[in-house]
């Protein structure tokens, strides 16, 4: 077994990380679904790398993600921090008297279950009294499809929680939140602020154990990090005690952020602050890990990636499903099953390991820990009339703040392709899409000096709360149309099935504005003679030493990636 152990840190990536599950859960009921189609059934992948088996208090058998998920108390919604499948009690009050003065309780109400979390619950209901041999009857399709309907509809307009959308039973030990750090909190903007109120690190640390100890052969932690606040310190003190705990297990770390958070600041003292946070957060993330992926479009909507797509920037559910697709495609290679030589190669081919992917990325012949992360959201069919839509001109990148159409012939990218359509809606095999792919590069004017392909003929399929983000120019299998829908300016899981989706992370120089621009950001406003911002690093608890400490690292990094560099200082 080769587990992998998930970390989700903070708000916005724990709305990746919920349709990023929802995913995996969908997968998992297709596969076991007799009327699903083929490709669904005959997955090729061991989900026991993401998943753990279990025993509930009742003796039920229980599969849930191995993961640890933190973020503010208050932000479960209506789920408990015990889940929803274990339902343990509350611990009972003490007979030990320690205190005699008078005592208030401040209970908030518990939150309203929206359509789509009723209907789940009456599903599980009916589900359970169909187990014990008691026949409740059932819905017709009709009456279902129209329930459907009002589900979707209402999950575009009452989504304030990542628990609103998701499908998926947690462990006990997954879910954390921080007592006493509200939800409601506007000030946890910057990594000062998180290293002060942080708390309970050990408890955490507890957690992760617990996951990591149940492995036979951890291949690597996944982490995502909604860096644009307080939780990059967070994170980076559970990164810490990882690299201290687990010092030869790879770290893939994705910080990711939602449009909101690039808000215009009205100040200049907010300007300051603002670009010393993203400049301490990365430095600090990226010490702990082996390769970190930075993701997030100040606007999605706008973006050469949303071609297709119908995506509303101000809503997170929204941005948080391309963002998970994505992670859902370059994670695949790490539970493909892995095929011998002599074996059939039609579903799958392009397996690899956590390390495999960090040494192609970060280890080949310069050290870039810094990968692009690209998307083809739906990925265009390989022949046809949408043939001059090809699969490499339509990945578009997700990462912030990078060059584009930068020659680098020390490039290195792996690019996972799913469900891929030859013409029309004719799956591609997998030998068909290696052999395009191979010749799109061979055809191209600046081709990257190393390139792994993964292929899966399953595609991505899209479960029912995902939201409606899809273009009128999407068909149900996600193809794409000649012609856009009439009156659709937006589909959704009604709408569109599954969809071909390919994805691509890439170290390549074309990274550079994102290093120096921070690298600048941390000299001028930090460590120069009169720096406007160092007393506010000092308040963070950041001396000069540390700072320059940093500047150094960064500055390693950019000299790895400069065309004019030539990685020989041995010649001086």
Not at 351 to 362: F, P, T
Not at 380 to 401: M, Y
């Amino acid at each position: 077994m080769r587990e992998i152990v998930s970390v989700q840190v903070g708000g916005f990536a724990n709305f990746v990380g919920s349709h990023f599950w929802n995913f995996q859960d969908e997968l998992l009921g297709l596969a076991s679904d007799p009327h699903a189609e083929p490709v669904f059934r005959n997955q090729h992948t061991n989900m026991d790398v993401l998943y753990r088996t279990g025993e509930t208090p009742r003796g039920d058998v229980s599969y849930t993600p191995r993961m640890v998920s933190l973020d503010f108390q208050g932000s479960l919604g209506s789920m408990s921090t015990c889940g929803t499948l274990y339902n343990e009690s509350s611990p009972a009050d003490s007979d030990v008297i320690t205190w005699t003065g008078n005592v208030s309780t401040h209970a908030s109400e518990p939150r309203k279950k929206n359509l789509f979390l009723q209907r789940l619950y009456e599903e599980e209901e009916e589900s359970s009294t169909l187990m014990n041999g008691v026949n409740g009857g059932g819905k017709s399709s009709s009456q279902r499809e129209i329930h459907d309907r009002d589900v979707v509809e209402n999950l575009e307009n009452v989504v304030k929680y990542w628990t609103d959308f998701s499908k998926v039973h947690y462990h006990p030990r997954s879910l954390y939140e921080f007592s006493g750090l509200w939800m409601d909190s506007q000030e946890f903007d910057n990594y000062g602020i998180g290293r002060d109120v942080f708390s309970g690190g050990e408890e955490i640390n507890e957690r992760i154990r617990f996951f990591v100890e149940e492995c036979d052969h951890i291949q690597g932690f996944q982490f995502i990090v909604d860096d644009s606040g307080g939780f990059s310190a967070v994170a980076a003190d559970l990164l810490e005690t990882i690299a201290d705990e687990y010092g030869n297990t790879p770290v893939l770390l994705y910080s990711v952020r939602s449009p909101v958070s690039f808000m215009n600041p009205i100040s200049q003292k907010q300007t300051v602050s603002r670009d010393l946070h993203d400049a301490v957060s990365f430095s600090k993330l990226s010490s702990f890990c082996k390769l970190i992926v930075p993701i997030g479009l100040p606007s999605l909507s706008t973006s050469k990636a949303a071609t297709f797509l119908s995506v509303k920037d101000e809503k997170p559910h929204h941005c948080s499903a391309v963002y998970a697709a994505t992670l859902h495609s370059v994670s695949l290679p790490f539970r493909m099953e892995q095929l011998g030589p002599a074996a059939d190669s039609r579903d799958i081919s392009g397996s690899m390991d956590v390390n495999g992917l960090v040494q192609m990325l970060a280890g080949q012949s310069r050290e870039n820990m810094v990968a692009i992360m690209d998307v083809a959201m739906p990925a265009p069919p390989l022949t046809g009339a949408q043939g001059n839509q090809t699969l490499l001109g339509n990945l578009h990148p997700l990462t912030p703040e990078i060059s584009e159409d930068v020659a680098d012939f020390h490039a290195v990218e792996s690019i996972t392709a799913l469900g891929t359509f030859s013409a029309g809606v004719s799956r591609a095999s997998v030998p068909e899409v290696n052999a395009r792919v191979e010749a799109a590069y061979k055809r191209a004017t600046s081709r990257p000096m190393f390139c792994h392909l993964s292929v899966a003929q399953c595609p991505l399929p899209i479960p029912l709360p995902f939201p409606s983000i899809f273009g009128a120019s999407v068909g149900q299998q996600g193809e794409l149309l000649g012609s856009p829908i009439t009156g659709s300016s937006s589909r959704g899981s009604l709408d569109v099935h599954s969809i071909p989706l390919a994805a691509r992370l890439r170290s390549s120089s074309a990274v550079l504005p994102f290093l120096e621009n921070r690298l600048g950001k941390l000299h001028r406003y930090g460590i120069e003679r009169g720096a406007p911002g160092a007393q506010l690093l000092r308040s963070w608890g950041f001396g000069q030493d540390e700072l320059e400490d940093m500047g150094e690292m960064m500055s390693k990094m950019v000299v790895q990636l400069k065309p004019d560099s030539g990685m020989s200082s041995d010649s001086d």
